[in-house]
């Protein structure tokens, strides 16, 4: 396959510059020359993503298949992995089937946008939650709502208030509107489980700086706050994350929060693939974005575009020059721009500059409450909240979901939230885990439930008969450490900070099945 052009990647930016190349050329010659690449075949609605988490709205109405939002050009879903530019030729990962595909361009615009990269705190890779995809929405609910689930069964008054203790860490738009809604939910439906009570209920929201949602300014950042602080949620500002582990949330001012349950809306990093383009063709980039010119075209290729998240993009704010921030607005704009002057330059148009002013930033904070800037203007509380709402459904694609969003909003006013689990809790046969030093691993007497691997660090097994036995990196905690029964002889506990990898009872099972069949001795 080759296209004149084709862009990668599916949010706002590229959703909206195939629009614009379908305006421009039509939908006959429009679908044979644009090609538009997405992992997923639907647009995002992104601002909403908090509220399917919190069981507000349907993951179906904060969605749009491409192939209507985009119709006139060609849809093809996949991950791109490799570009390669001297050939003009992109690397697409289609899914278990359909892999390295390639695909030939004339101009290649860039809108993937970022990744989230949880690793540089020690845990949060394996026990942090994104925000980032409904995937990750619908995921977050089930989890909450198996929390309560849990919570009212077991006895255990700790694991009780780790259970309902839900960390949100990140204190801009994404992180306050997921602490609202998580803590509406966990509110609108406590009556529905006879043995939890309200006041176990804990949600803390932790920010690195001194101060809310700091691009809306500190007025309505400490609006913000007070609001949730009244309504019963814990704000810990000037608190870095240190590390994180199965059982809690450690911060830098020394202090632990218990939780099995951690969001993350922070650690987001520039897209590998765009970054490795970047250096083999010597694209400048700044704090990993890709710098443009004012027509969204990457200085020195006149074939390379660029728009949304991962762009730098020069815009004029009321006469001061500044970066066009990552924000839903700016991308559909950008987006447009960019199909607009894409279409101009292979016609030998001219290019348009990219301006816009700047209408103002809304964040929701939960209980029909929000705050708002717009047209310099400076709203709270209700009214604020109204215009959330009807700037956000003005703004969402499609006729058809905006009526959905209207009656979900109308039946969350009247009715109590939905705990419908539609997944179950997910049986990983394999999963990564970190320990913090002298946290216990398993206690004697627990059953054994899986197979331990040591990546990095050490376990020490101390046993009731007054044994110890210690394994480093690279060794295995099984059936040694076990008694007749199946349960762990002693307390493992971790010596330094370690990484291990437990393979699940699931995998155990199937693996002696299969020994079984072969005749191979365990």
């Not at 010119?293 to 500044?322: C, H, I, M, T, Y």
């Not at 209408?359 to 800037?373: D, F, K, Y």
């Amino acid at each position: 396959m080759k296209f004149d052009v084709v862009i990668a990647g599916g949010g706002f930016a590229g959703a909206y510059a195939a629009r614009a190349l379908v305006k421009a050329w039509g939908k006959e010659a429009a679908q044979k020359r644009v090609a538009l690449i997405a992992e997923q075949n639907v647009l995002v609605f992104q601002p909403m993503l908090a509220e399917v988490a919190g069981s507000a709205l349907s993951p179906t109405d904060v969605v749009n298949p491409l192939r209507e939002f985009c119709a006139g050009v060609t849809v093809l879903q996949g991950r791109v992995t490799k570009i390669d530019w001297r050939a003009k030729e992109l690397v697409l990962d289609g899914g278990r089937f359909t892999r390295n595909h390639r695909v030939g361009f004339g101009h290649l615009a860039l809108t993937l946008g970022s990744v989230t990269d949880m690793s540089k705190v020690p845990g949060m890779a394996e026990y942090g939650r994104p925000l980032k995809t409904v995937a990750d929405a619908l995921r977050l609910r089930a989890a909450v709502i198996n929390r309560m689930e849990e919570a009212n069964l077991v006895e255990d008054e700790a694991l009780r208030r780790r259970l309902l203790t839900f960390v949100v860490v990140g204190g801009g738009y994404t992180g306050v509107e997921t602490a609202g809604q998580v803590f509406d939910l966990v509110r609108a439906v406590e009556p529905m489980y006879s043995r939890v009570k309200r006041d176990e209920l804990r949600v803390v929201l932790v920010h690195s700086r001194g101060e809310l949602l700091a691009e809306i300014g500190p007025e309505l950042g400490n609006y913000a706050r007070e609001a949730l602080v009244k309504r019963g949620l814990e704000i810990r500002l000037n608190s870095r994350v240190q590390e994180v582990t199965a059982s809690r949330v450690i911060l830098n001012q020394g202090d632990d929060i218990e939780t099995h349950t951690i969001i993350s809306t922070i650690g987001n990093s520039p897209n590998p693939v765009v970054a490795k383009l970047c250096d083999e063709i010597g694209v400048t980039r700044d704090r990993g974005r890709v710098v443009v010119d004012s027509n969204l075209r990457v200085k020195g290729f006149d074939e390379l575009w660029s728009a949304g998240d991962g762009a730098q993009v020069p815009w004029s704010d009321r006469g001061e020059l500044k970066d066009a921030p990552p924000t839903a607005q700016f991308a559909m704009r950008q987006g447009t721009l960019l199909g607009r002057n894409m279409a101009a330059a292979l016609s030998g148009g001219e290019l348009r500059p990219f301006t816009f002013r700047y209408l103002g930033q809304l964040a929701s904070i939960g209980a029909n409450e929000a705050v708002a800037e717009v047209m310099g203007m400076r709203f709270r509380g209700f009214i604020a909240w109204w215009m959330w709402r009807t700037i956000y459904l003005s703004k969402l694609p499609g006729l058809k979901r905006k009526l959905r969003v209207v009656v979900g909003w109308t039946f969350d006013l009247v009715f109590a939230r939905d705990i419908s689990l539609v997944l179950p809790p997910p049986e990983d046969v394999l999963r990564a885990i970190h320990l913090q030093v002298d946290e216990e691993l398993f206690a004697a007497g627990d059953l054994c439930r899986g197979v331990y691997y040591v990546r990095t660090g050490a376990v020490v097994l101390d046993c009731v008969s007054g044994e110890q036995r210690r394994y480093g990196a690279g060794d295995v905690i099984h059936r040694e450490a076990l008694d007749a029964t199946g349960c762990w002889k002693g307390q493992a506990r971790a010596t330094e900070s370690s990484d291990l990898v437990v393979f699940r009872q699931m995998a155990l099972k199937l693996l002696q099945e299969d020994l079984e069949i072969r005749g191979v001795k365990r």
